[in-house]
């Protein structure tokens, strides 16, 4: 439940975070498509590339980011699939929210219905995992496999979990020969990513008002509707999760969990820090691979 509206808190903001969106979506192949989804919350930007047939690939960023993010995934997943990217419609992208999000859930499957998709294969990172669990746990019948990367909803979102993004924030204004060592120590990918991706990401984090809680642990309940087939990576080096203790809890209450992994050296940025895996493990599973509890 939220009760505001997202928004730039001006509009020269907003001009200027645009301009470094447009920078970030240029990374995408240019035969990329893009729609704009009516909902009941506002006009959902989704980016679609890839295959023209198959089961589609539907990616959710995390918290603050957009689809743009997705960048390095793409091209090896379009190669095989349909795939969309959803610019979540709360946080800074190309969507535009008019009314409160009453439910997230709701507000995701107009947004599939609107494209025109049936059952598709979910991927979503941070709270886009968070959001992806959400739909296994309403269980609408929409999603054909859930895969998750370092996703909220497993556990709660610790302080320490806050006190690393202020700290990644500050390491930003660090000299450009310092950063990859900080990143090492911070478990940040962001301070070595490209910086046409960080852009509008800073941009937001200081011009953005989402105007929403963080991300809650979904109750035993609730984890048990989880049927369907579902895989979690985690990084080694989260600072939103403790791999052992996430892992053992999705084990011990999703039923439809067929896939957990652990990636050695990697933080909470996943889908960047790995894109190789990532793709791999997406691909693996959705087309039917062999699970297998890594």
């Known amino acids: 439940m939220r009760t505001g509206i997202a928004a730039f808190v001006t509009e020269q903001a907003r001009t200027a975070f645009e301009r470094e969106y447009e920078r970030a979506m240029a990374l995408w192949p240019d035969s990329r498509e893009v729609y704009d989804v009516d909902t009941d919350v506002g006009i959902t930007r989704v980016y679609r590339y890839g295959a023209r047939e198959g089961e589609p690939i539907v990616l959710l960023h995390g918290h603050g980011a957009n689809a743009s993010t997705w960048y390095a995934l793409v091209e090896a997943l379009g190669r095989r699939h349909p795939v969309y990217a959803v610019d979540t419609i709360d946080d800074p992208g190309g969507s535009i929210q008019t009314r409160p999000v009453r439910d997230i859930s709701a507000w995701l499957e107009q947004v599939m219905e609107g494209l025109g998709l049936g059952r598709v294969h979910l991927v ?34 610790p302080m ?86 996430a892992l053992a ?37 959705t087309d039917g691979g062999k699970a297998h509890d890594a």
Do not use: N
Not at 208 to 234: C, G, N, W
Not at 270 to 281: D, M, N, S
């Open 124 to 157: 979503g990172h941070s709270y886009g995992g968070w959001m992806a669990l959400g739909l296994g746990v309403a269980g609408t019948g929409r999603a054909a496999t859930l895969t998750l990367l370092d996703p909220g909803g497993l556990l709660k979102v």
């Open 249 to 285: 809890r999705a084990r011990r209450l999703i039923p439809g969990l067929r896939r957990a992994e652990v990636v050695p050296g990697a933080g909470h940025g996943l889908p960047q820090e790995r894109p190789q895996l990532v793709a791999e493990r997406i691909l693996t599973f």
């Open 160 to 245: 320490t979990f806050l006190a690393y993004l202020v700290a990644g924030a500050l390491a930003m204004q660090a000299p450009a020969s310092w950063k990859p060592r900080l990143a090492r120590v911070l478990a940040e990918h962001g301070l070595v990513e490209l910086p046409e991706i960080m852009g509008p990401v800073m941009l937001g984090a200081r011009w953005f008002r989402p105007h929403r809680p963080p991300a809650r642990p979904y109750t035993d309940d609730e984890l048990r509707k989880v049927s369907v087939p579902t895989q979690i990576l985690v990084g080694r080096r989260s600072r939103l999760l403790c791999p052992a203790a």
